[in-house]
């Protein structure tokens, strides 16, 4: 018989029906995601499908039967070896209790729950199990703060920690569990990269919450939001058939602003090295702003230990003092130097609007590639504070970049990297959101791996006000597959029409290559 499952819980019904009971669990040491399961029909009913199509209800006090899937799809033709993660010490101390006290226990959390917590502490049910649970942990902050007297969730005494106060991680359990698997899987058999961008945010908010949050485990008196992620560049192909692992911790915190570094693993069994295990790194910087008057608070110092910790920390100092100089050059207008590159830059575009029939036909405006995406922004889709999961705007962003690069190239790409995000101005529920894409260069220097640049802007649209405000900007980086190449894939040029589109063309190609503008200067 073939289960037919009616009513919002389907999901979860169908993860009863399809495999044995799991359940999400993890600790500071290691975060395991399995499947949930569900416990209870509740109201809902259960139909099966006769031989003579006919439903038959099953009573939510009858056993249900145990199916199990004949067919399984091949992922890939080179089994994983699912010990390939190490597990947690048995002394591990669960993230729920690490958040509230360091030697605390707490039982594992179960991501179903999540549907029965409080409107005020639940952001409501999100797409991913990973967020589930990371959302689960923010809410034991909370209901902590709750608990204690009203003057000890306002205390405005900070205390220094170390990096291994916040180090968190998260397992993946790719090569056991069929249900997850699915959830992060695109149409080629490779990982979503929208999804684990939108863990990864999920993770470093985590992270930046437990770090503020005082010795007795209650939140202090602010908000903490992405302010912007730097480079995140991949190392290596992430397989969906291979357990994965993150590993985060706060690196480097000025007065109210911090960095947190990410790390993504995957051990294969070909990597001798363990440095060959790392397949992507990410920099979120999250800053701290009063609950009342929106000013930036102060918070907790850091206190690196070890010597790669302090490495870590002078690293996240420079590209802070990069960030300032960089704010005040922005501020400055174009030299000589600068205006000729500009003028260069648009030449080919003059040509284009100029004199169609003579342009380059290897060559294509920025216009031309634009794509555009509207969303109203959903009570679903809201963090802790209720305001926009930024995590959320990130997976939309990047899929949309995605699409923008698939058009222009005519074959799918592959990820190479997030460039930057700038969280300029925060999202609200009920938003009329709208992300406007476009390629806005190639590098074609490498013929076998050229790369696409494509820049997503996020607007924020009141029609109501007739305004229109930027709250997002986006810049990711793909390539064309090495099978499209050698089957004679060609990638255009892009070249913009305007000024404003060149500034914008040399603002990115500088922001890659920090190196060249010293040398310039």
Excluded at 275 to 282: E, K, N, P, R, W
Excluded at 391 to 404: D, I, N, P, W
Excluded at 445 to 472: D, Q
Aim: proline share 8%.
């Amino acid at each position: 018989m073939k289960p037919i499952i009616r009513g919002p819980l389907s999901r979860h019904l169908f993860f009863r029906l399809t495999t044995s009971s799991s359940s999400i669990s993890f600790s500071t040491s290691s975060l395991s995601i399995n499947t949930p399961s569900l416990h209870t029909l509740s109201s809902f009913h259960l139909l099966t499908l006769s031989p003579s199509n006919t439903h038959v209800p099953i009573s939510p006090n009858q056993p249900t039967p145990h199916h199990q899937f004949t067919h399984r799809r091949p992922f890939s033709s080179v089994r994983s070896d699912p010990s390939s993660i190490e597990p947690p010490p048995p002394n591990a101390i669960p993230v729920v209790s690490t958040v509230a006290s360091p030697f605390e226990s707490s039982p594992s959390i179960d991501a179903g729950s999540s549907i029965r917590k409080p409107i005020s502490l639940w952001p409501g049910m999100y797409h991913s199990p990973v967020t589930n649970a990371l959302w689960e942990a923010r809410s034991s902050i909370f209901e902590k703060s709750q608990e204690l007297p009203s003057d000890a969730a306002s205390e405005s005494e900070l205390v220094p920690k170390t990096p291994a106060q916040s180090r968190t991680s998260i397992i993946y359990k790719f090569s056991s569990d069929y249900i997850l698997r699915e959830q992060y899987r695109n149409p080629w058999n490779e990982i979503r990269s929208g999804k684990l961008l939108e863990d990864l945010d999920a993770l470093a908010g985590t992270i930046s919450f437990k770090h503020c949050s005082n010795d007795k485990g209650a939140a202090m008196p602010f908000l903490l939001v992405t302010a912007s992620v730097d480079r995140m560049v991949l190392k290596k192909p992430i397989r969906v058939d291979t357990d994965l692992k993150i590993v985060g911790a706060v690196t480097w915190v000025g007065r109210s602003s911090m960095e947190i570094r990410l790390e993504v693993i995957q051990p294969t069994p070909e990597a001798s090295d363990p440095s060959d295990s790392l397949a992507l790194t990410a920099n979120f910087t999250f800053v701290a702003r009063d609950s009342k008057t929106g000013k930036s608070a102060p918070i907790n110092q850091i206190s690196p230990e070890t010597q790669q910790e302090k490495l870590l920390w002078r690293e996240a100092e420079d590209r802070n003092q990069m960030r300032k100089k960089k704010r005040g050059e922005n501020m400055r207008g174009l030299d000589d130097r600068e205006a000729d590159r500009l003028k260069a830059l648009l030449a080919e575009g003059r040509v284009f609007c100029d004199m169609p029939a003579l342009a380059d036909r290897d060559s294509i405006l920025i216009r031309d590639t634009r794509l555009e995406y509207s969303i109203i922004c959903q009570p679903q889709q809201r963090n802790i504070h209720g305001r926009i999961f930024g995590g959320f705007l990130m997976r939309k962003a990047l899929e949309l970049a995605f699409s923008t690069a698939y058009a222009f190239a005519g074959a799918a790409p592959l990820f190479v990297e997030a460039d930057h995000v700038d969280f300029l101005k925060p999202v609200d529920v009920g938003n009329f959101l709208r992300l406007k894409s476009c390629v806005l260069y190639t590098e074609l220097e490498n013929p076998t791996r050229p790369l696409i640049n494509v820049e997503v802007v996020a607007h924020v649209t009141r029609p109501e006000l007739r305004s229109s405000e930027v709250s997002n900007t986006f810049y990711f980086t793909f390539t064309a597959r090495p099978e499209a190449m050698k089957n004679g894939l060609k990638i255009r040029s892009v070249v913009p029409a305007t000024e404003e589109e060149a500034r914008r063309v040399l603002e990115r190609m500088d922001a890659e290559n920090p190196e060249l503008v010293q040398t310039r200067n």
